[in-house]
Each structure stands twice: as C-alpha cells, then as structure tokens.
C-alpha cells in the first residue's frame, strides 16, 4: 500500500501505472511536438482524466516532480534530464514569420494570412514563438511581433501628469 496523500491509500500497482501514465505521456507529447518545451499541465491532466481522477493525478505528478522524472516551466511539462532545443528548421520558419510580422510595424497580422504559408508547421511555429516570448497573440485571429507589442505595454494604465504612480 501507498500513501500518496493524508488518509488517501493505494495499491502499490495503481500507484506505479499512476505515475507511468503520466511519464508516458509527457514522454509522448515531447516526441510529438519538439518544437514545443512540453505539454501543457492542464492539458495533460485533461487528458488522462478517463484513467486517472484529479487527486490521483495531481499526487503522482508531484511525485514525478520531487523525484526528477519530469519539469516543469511555467504550466509547461517535459521529460527531465533531456535538454530541449526547437528543431532548426522551425526555428528559421519563426524566424521568416519575425520578419514578416516585423515589416507590419504597429499593424496586427491576421494570423491565417502568416500561418497558410507554413501549412502543417504553423501551430509549431505559433507555440515556440509564443513560449519564446517572440510572438504575441492578440486573439486568435491576430499576431504581432514582440517588439512593436513592447510600444503597448501599460498603455491601458492610467498615469498621472508628474510620473506620479499608475
């Protein structure tokens, strides 16, 4: 028996495939998707909720994090202990996006008119340039670059006359 949590038991066996299917599936996000740093944790939790109920799942992931079998960053998981680095060609694919968005200047970009031109890569290229910061996703329809984005920052706050606090 195992006591993942105060007053909660398991078997030894429910314990173990608790914490595989987890493992797994990080596992099998990351081979899937090396573009991407990791699978979402709600993600993840959503999709072994017909296998694995909340407590159950939020137990065996904290322990997967406690012994080093998996990282996180932000709500992003991945296997640990295997550096991450996004394909080259989807790096050079964010970065032509870059400039294209970048050549808009303060324009925001409907994203089907950037993303139709990377076919089956764009949802790759989105996620890294957004993880990366590169990339900010005004809503669904809209991209901009980071840099002209920068220009918005706290231009919704309002500000005193004599630099007073927002």
Aim: glycine residues 10%; without cysteine.
């Amino acid at each position: 028996m195992v006591a993942p949590a105060a007053g909660r038991w398991l078997s030894q066996t429910r314990w173990t495939a608790a914490r595989e299917a987890i493992e797994r599936e990080v596992r099998r996000f990351a081979a899937k998707h090396p573009a991407r740093y990791g699978v979402m944790k709600g993600d993840l939790k959503s999709g072994l909720k017909a296998t694995l109920d909340p407590a159950l799942f939020d137990a065996a992931f904290e322990s997967l994090v406690r012994d080093g079998a998996i990282e996180t960053r932000g709500e992003r998981v991945r296997p640990a202990g295997e550096p991450w680095q996004p394909p080259p060609a989807t790096i050079a694919a964010l970065e032509r996006v870059e400039r294209e968005l970048e050549a808009a200047g303060l324009s925001v970009m409907e994203a089907p008119a950037w993303q139709s031109k990377l076919g089956a890569d764009a949802a790759e290229v989105a996620a890294l340039g957004t993880f990366l910061g590169r990339l900010v996703r005004v809503s669904q329809e809209f991209t901009l670059h980071r840099a002209p984005a920068r220009g918005f920052e706290g231009a919704s706050s309002p500000r005193t006359s004599r630099g007073g606090r927002r």
